[in-house]
């Protein structure tokens, strides 16, 4: 009978071994490697003929080098005959260019979807992408997970005095309804206003935030920029506690100075990105268990979307 097989590439094989485990089963074998010169080779290491093939790899910093070798290895899997190929994406990389917001820009996230059709994923598992419409993107299914499901989880083992759910932004407010909901809380909003890339402005709170709390919710923290400042504004608002949940710990520029600030009281993130050296702040929830399930249900043509109902 035809059967499935696991891959990782080099960005987060520890996350792939965790996948791996929780199905049961090993890790298949791949050789990569870089010449002298940057370029990357893959030489898969086992037969991959008639096997539906699962590719795990978040196009993470270095994102270029990421995306490349994940392109690479799908190609090599499609030269190797294999039955199937899905790009395991746990951190879409590119996802925040997902439109024309200016004159004379690309869509990156357009070309990234047709970059790995074109080397022959017949299917993509990501989480939490920053924009749902990138799922449109593509011309072969697409299966967007929340990491909300493991933030639940968390936030009910608390026991937090007053809970509230706060959106960062006005982008995000659908996301953070989704998640109040699950919680049966309230919403705050908080409205900012963006001055440049990676700097923001809170402007206004939308919401009675007075001794709860804040539960802000957002998809990823890359500078922790708008984190701390929304964090900073729910505090001068009565806010007697602040969480910072983000599913993907992007984690550059200076996040990890303002992660520090007294403002932010706990920082919660999965583990869609590798994560060295974490703050003592850092919680880190795993999300292995979550796709390893996707994974076996994909396999056996079961529901994907009955997960989150």
Do not use: W
Not at 216 to 239: F, H, N, S, V, Y
Not at 257 to 282: C, F, L, Q, Y
Request: glycine share 6%; with cysteine.
């Amino acid at each position: 009978m035809k059967s499935y097989k696991i891959f990782s590439g080099t960005a987060h094989p520890r996350f792939a071994a965790d996948v791996a485990k929780n199905l049961e089963v090993l890790l298949s074998s791949a050789e990569i490697a870089r010449f002298s010169d940057g370029e990357i080779s893959v030489r898969i290491s086992e037969s991959v003929r008639g096997y539906d093939v699962f590719v795990i790899q978040p196009t993470c910093a270095p994102a270029n080098d990421s995306l490349m070798e994940l392109l690479i290895i799908a190609d090599a899997m499609k030269r190797s005959s294999a039955a199937s190929i899905t790009a395991v994406i746990p951190y879409f990389g590119y996802a925040r260019q997902d439109r024309k917001a200016a004159p004379r820009v690309p869509i990156s996230a357009k070309l990234v979807a047709d970059l790995l059709q074109s080397a022959g994923v017949n299917r993509v598992v990501t989480m939490d992408l920053h924009a749902g419409q990138i799922q449109g993107f593509f011309d072969i299914p697409v299966d967007n997970l929340y990491g909300s499901i493991v933030f639940k989880e968390y936030v009910e083992r608390l026991n937090l005095v007053n809970p509230i759910v706060a959106s960062p932004d006005i982008g995000g407010v659908a996301r953070a309804r989704y998640f109040a909901k699950l919680l049966n809380l309230d919403l705050a909003i908080i409205d900012k206003r963006r001055q440049k890339a990676n700097e923001s402005e809170v402007m206004n709170i939308i919401g009675d935030v007075q001794g709860k709390s804040v539960i802000l919710l957002d998809d990823m923290i890359d500078t922790a920029g708008t984190m701390l400042k929304a964090a900073e504004a729910l505090k001068a608002q009565g806010a007697c506690a602040v969480l910072a949940f983000g599913t993907h710990a992007v984690f550059s520029g200076a996040a990890r100075e303002r992660i520090e600030s007294p403002a932010i009281d706990n920082v919660v993130v999965t583990d869609t990105i590798p994560i060295h050296n974490p703050h003592k702040k850092i919680t880190i929830l795993s999300v292995a268990s979550l796709f390893a399930e996707v994974i076996r249900r994909i396999y056996r043509n079961e529901s994907v979307h009955s997960l989150f109902d």
